[in-house]
């Protein structure tokens, strides 16, 4: 019985490391699953699952790719990411980026980032304004304790970013999607706000108790 676009694009996304990075070019990992499927890529674009998930596609697409898409190859990626939180100035723009919540906080308060949720796909270091993100635990995805890594966290990133899925309306938006005068605003008040918490700390006086010289 020959198997749906539908079933045979679901079997090759379980293949996929569920990073949900967009470095392949499509929005979610399901997508370029789905593309490959319907011929309108080769399987060699899954930069975090290297020569390792482009031999499992090999497998059942019946491809001879040896090698990944240069364009799509990169030698070393973080397993996740932290955020400066001192420098933090409460944007939410990374919350909306992370395509698996692995980031909380609220408005004009400090953000975190759970570091065990977090699928290190970096989507939220180009829409912070004032570059607080920074990756971790860089390793050469080659290696067997990257991969060792993408295997073990596999389903619970997929649980993750379908139970955001879910809440959002099944839609997974590209990076940078924000309307650019609203975010140019959001990132204004929030720099003034900090600035203006700078200011009132340094005009502070000193307490009496700290000033007392003995």
Excluded: W
């Excluded at 899954?46 to 799509?72: E, F, I, M, Q, W």
């Excluded at 759970?114 to 912070?128: H, M």
């Excluded at 879910?166 to 999607?177: E, F, H, I, N, W």
């Amino acid at each position: 019985m020959r198997q749906s676009v539908e079933q045979f694009a679901a079997e090759l996304d379980e293949l996929l490391p569920q990073l949900q990075c967009q470095r392949c070019g499509y929005p979610t990992c399901a997508d370029f699953a789905e593309a490959i499927v319907r011929g309108r890529c080769r399987p060699n674009r899954c930069d975090p699952g290297g020569s390792r998930v482009l031999d499992d596609l090999n497998h059942l697409t019946g491809g001879t790719d040896a090698h990944l898409d240069p364009a799509y190859d990169t030698p070393s990626l973080p397993e996740a990411v932290i955020i400066e939180e001192s420098e933090c100035i409460g944007c939410t723009l990374c919350i909306k980026a992370c395509p698996v919540d692995a980031i909380i906080g609220a408005a004009k308060l400090m953000h975190t980032v759970l570091s065990g949720d977090c699928t290190g796909c970096e989507l939220c270091l180009p829409v912070c304004p004032v570059d607080c993100i920074h990756p971790i635990k860089i390793n050469k995805k080659e290696s067997v304790l990257f991969q060792e890594s993408l295997l073990a966290r596999a389903s619970v990133h997929r649980a993750h970013f379908r139970r955001r899925q879910a809440r959002l309306g099944g839609s997974q938006k590209p990076r940078k999607t924000d309307n650019r005068l609203t975010r140019e605003k959001t990132i204004a008040d929030s720099v003034a706000r900090i600035r203006g918490k700078r200011e009132k700390m340094r005009e502070s006086p000193v307490s009496d108790e700290k000033a007392t010289t003995l």
